[in-house]
């Protein structure tokens, strides 16, 4: 029996191939995932080897669970003086912000300001020029470098920790390596001295020693510190940088899984397919003495060899995969380390064992049916199979009510419960339970769908169109099956499209109520007392021009309020008659004419949490200053404007907290004045000022739909493969469908049926399964869509992207008529007197 089985595959290798696609493309999303992750890891544990490579030992704080102390001067001197010790240098760290060619300061936090040593205990690596050797020399990290096209012999400008400017000289370009924060922040980096000049720092972040003992090493940093070698300090900085990589493999794991689950699909129907073709093969060998246990094998090993093919083939597919996504990133400027594609025995395992159990997974069903084969079915000819009308039966109805209730009874816990990440989480298993039903009672959901989905092709193609219809309705297990694996594709992609469109619509909302202005001036970097002020001469500046329609200021300070509370809340004013013409809060209770003098309005949850009501008199007491008391005669929602906390009238604010820079400066254009012009007034104000930044409102909302975007198009780009399966397993149906229904088409090519609209008939049946798939997977996808949106919280916002939706549709139509034409060329390239001969 083993032997046929295997003879019969080698006879068949173009149907052993296209049985093999679908897992081969599933076991190579797996594999490239692991290939992809495993080689970062390596990369980034050797980065950081290499770096701890030249340290034999590091002192550093321990870790407090709270701000780590530095490390004193006094101890780095101890350290130098212990026998054995060759070199010893404390790292320096903090910010200073290095200013770009525009005048500006770099990003929206200061650059890391770090110290560089000459020698062995220079850690990074010098890709240009050299290490800085005197006071008036600065190195730059090589991401900041290209992207604010900073050169060796440049000259720079650094702010130091009190934001006086600095000029320096280029001298080299550094690779600081993978610390996080240095990747998000930048880095500029000087000799030790003038890193604790420029920082303002008085202890070092770390010491890093050459030579010497632990013990002794030890025993001088006392119990505060803690003392790593070399190579423990490269564990723990790969651990720290290599984190992230766990949770990409995560993720990108979910998508292999769901092509998996495609794929699973995809090979039951093929299996289900061919063993229903292969009844009268099956009939004739138990006619010959084979036992229902032989035939049930046969099909398992015949799956297993399947398998076994697609997931060596998918091995392959993923190591190029995983080595193709690492040339993205280096070709995209991320610098993600590698040291050669790494191909991990794990992976090997782990890609054909889920190849080669989801393909015989698939496959059982399908051989149970094979069993039941009688032997006299050798001796008849059967119609096609799985055709004629599909009724439910009782357990399958069952099965459907029980799955759909009860997710219906879970999404109702997300939709209408408490809003948050339990309630997403609710969302998404009701929608994987009411999935299971759709697919149970989706059989019996084809023949009006097909008519729904088939009305204008019928209409419009003629007899090979109405033959087509009727083709993908007289099978119906076969079209649901086929179907449904494009259904997961297409519900997924119009999900997300729908929570996009949702987040969207959310942003300009938000963006409308609490943006009302059209410039925003704000300091990059925090200030004293950690507020960012911004120069009260930018506001002056801005006053009187005729571009300009207002100019408001926000100030603000910290003050306790109320009793029984330790921390410190925000108390406020706002100048340029901006509260109730610009700024317009709904009020909960009271109304903004108690904004007066003695009086205050205070913002909803600050007010929950304070114990705060309309007409109750609080103490305000200012960090420096005599304590004062208001009344509040107001309670607002501070969703509505951009503004939240205790805001007093502007003459109590002046009394109690003195007159101060303003925290935030709001710009309204004026009336007639056009918005680039508006917008170089305001540029000009802040010039001078190298830290203060200016921000649109269409820069804003510009941000928000760009990240959005780009989640929608990674999302878009795996999910796309789950899609390519789907449609392989179209392609796939149709080339078996081809061969079962040879005489079929030679006998309408006998009747008159040309080719061409032979292979038009071909065309409209595999459009007609694909608008299927793709409209149970819009109507679910628009559904949670809904749910999603509802999850999230109570101010999100439901829409529709129609035109998207729609494009989902079309390309399902158009990528599925394209999955149609290799079978429909074979099935029009056959000859109909051997087709009718053939038996």
């Known amino acids: 029996m083993l032997k046929t089985t295997l003879r019969g595959l080698l006879a068949h290798k173009v149907r052993l191939l296209l049985t093999a696609i679908a897992i081969t493309l599933g076991v190579g999303f797996i594999t490239g995932t692991f290939v992809l992750t495993d080689t970062m890891n390596q990369g980034v544990q050797k980065t950081f080897a290499q770096s701890a490579g030249k340290v034999d030992l590091a002192v550093l704080p321990k870790d407090t669970g709270g701000d780590e102390p530095g490390i004193p001067a006094g101890l780095l001197a101890r350290v130098r003086g ?23 300061a770099v990003g929206d936090t200061p650059t890391l300001g770090l110290s560089v040593p000459k020698g062995r205990l220079m850690r990074h690596e010098v890709e240009k020029g050299r290490v800085p050797g005197g006071a008036s020399e600065v190195v730059v990290d090589t991401r900041t470098a290209r992207k604010e096209k900073f050169e060796v ?7 130091d920790a009190r934001n006086a400017p600095h000029r320096f000289t280029v001298v080299g370009l550094v690779d600081f390596g993978l610390d996080g924060e240095t990747s998000y922040r930048g880095a500029v980096g000087f000799d030790p001295a003038t890193a604790m000049r420029m920082t303002g720092e008085k202890t070092f972040a770390e010491i890093d020693v050459l030579g010497g003992r632990e013990a002794a090493v030890a025993a001088a940093a006392g119990g505060s510190y803690e003392v790593l070698t070399g190579k423990a300090l490269g564990h723990r900085l790969a651990a720290e940088a290599g984190a992230d990589t766990d949770i990409v493999q995560a993720g990108l794991l979910i998508f292999g899984l769901v092509a998996m689950l495609v794929s699973a699909l995809v090979i039951y129907n093929t299996f289900s397919i061919l063993i229903a073709q292969r009844m009268r093969e099956m009939a004739l060998l138990r006619c010959v003495g084979a036992t229902r246990r032989q035939v049930f094998g046969g099909v398992v090993a015949e799956s297993f060899a399947v398998g076994v093919a697609g997931s060596l083939l998918g091995l392959l597919s993923g190591l190029g995969v995983g080595a193709g996504a690492m040339a993205l990133f280096g070709a995209l ?12 025995p794990r992976t090997v395992v782990v890609g054909i064992a889920v190849g080669v159990i989801v393909t015989v997974m698939s496959a059982l069903l399908p051989a149970r049916v094979a069993t039941r084969v009688a032997p006299v079915a050798a001796l008849r000819t059967d119609t096609e199979p799985g055709s004629g009308r599909f009724r439910l039966g009782w357990v399958r109805i069952a099965l459907a009510v029980v799955l759909a209730g009860i997710g219906a009874l879970v999404g109702s816990v997300g939709v209408f419960g408490q809003k948050g990440e339990t309630a997403m989480y ?31 092709p019928a209409r419009l193609g003629g007899v090979p169109g109405r033959l087509a219809v009727e083709n993908a309705r007289r099978a119906p297990r076969r079209t649901a099956t086929t179907t449904i694996a494009l259904t997961i594709g297409i519900g997924l992609m119009s999900l997300f499209a729908v929570v996009g469109a949702g987040a969207k619509a959310t942003t300009d909302g938000r ?6 202005v059209d410039f925003q001036v704000q300091n990059q970097f925090g200030g004293k007392d950690g507020v960012q002020y911004v ?20 100030q603000e300070a910290d003050a306790s309020i109320g009793a029984g509370k330790d921390e410190d809340t925000t108390v406020m004013s706002l100048r340029g008659g901006s509260l109730g013409s610009l700024f317009r809060p709904d009020f909960k209770s009271g109304s903004m004419a108690a904004l007066k003098p003695g009086g205050a309005i205070v913002d ?12 109750q008199p609080v103490q305000v007491k200012p960090e420096k200053g005599t304590p004062v008391t208001v009344r509040i005669g107001g309670v607002y929602d501070a969703s509505q404007i951009p503004v939240s906390g205790l805001i007093l009238a502007n003459a109590d ?81 149709l080339t078996l469908s081809v061969v079962e229904r040879t005489r079929e088409s030679a006998l309408l090519r006998a009747l008159g049926l040309t080719r061409r609209q032979l292979r038009r008939m071909l065309s409209v049946e595999a459009l007609v399964m694909s608008v299927i798939g793709a409209f149970t997977g819009v109507a679910l996808g628009v559904l949670f869509g809904w749910a999603a949106t509802r999850s999230m919280a109570d101010s999100a916002v439901f829409s529709v992207p129609y035109l998207q939706i729609a494009g989902f549709i079309v390309l399902a139509g158009a990528a599925g008529m394209l999955a149609a034409v290799l079978p429909a060329r074979r099935a029009a390239k056959t000859s109909i007197v051997e087709s009718i001969a053939a038996d």
């Not at 149970?440 to 959901?445: E, I, K, Q, W, Y």
């Not at 929950?608 to 309309?614: E, V």
């Not at 269409?698 to 493969?721: N, P």
């Open 653 to 733: 604010f002046d009394g109690h907290f003195g007159v101060r820079d303003p925290s935030t400066i709001y710009v309204k254009a004026g009336g007639k004045a056009d918005a680039a012009a508006a917008r170089k007034v305001v540029d000009d104000a802040a010039r001078p000022y190298p830290t203060v930044k200016v921000v649109s409102s269409a820069e804003i909302k510009e941000q928000f739909v760009d990240s959005i975007d780009m989640v929608l198009m990674i999302f878009a780009g795996l999910l796309g493969l789950a899609i390519i399966i789907a449609l392989f397993g179209i392609a796939n149906t």
């Open 153 to 159: 012999g440049d000259q720079a400008t650094v702010l």
């Open 535 to 554: 120069p009260r001469a930018v506001a002056d500046r801005l006053q009187g021009r005729p571009e300009i329609g207002a100019v408001i200021q926000e």
């Open 333 to 344: 400027g991320t610098d993600m380390p590698a040291d050669g594609i790494v191909f991990a």
């Open 426 to 456: 609710a969302v998404a298993a009701s929608g994987a339970l009411i999935f299971l039903a759709v697919i149970a009672v989706m059989p019996a959901l084809i023949r009006p769908l097909s008519r729904l989905a088939g009305a204008i």
């Open 82 to 104: 212990l026998p054995g010790v060759t070199d010893a240098q404390g790292q320096v760290k903090g910010s200073a912000a290095l200013i770009g060619k525009d005048g500006k």
């Open 604 to 615: 909803a949850e600050t007010a929950k949490y304070y114990d705060l009501s309309q007409g």
């Open 511 to 516: 963006l409308a109520a609490q943006f009302p």
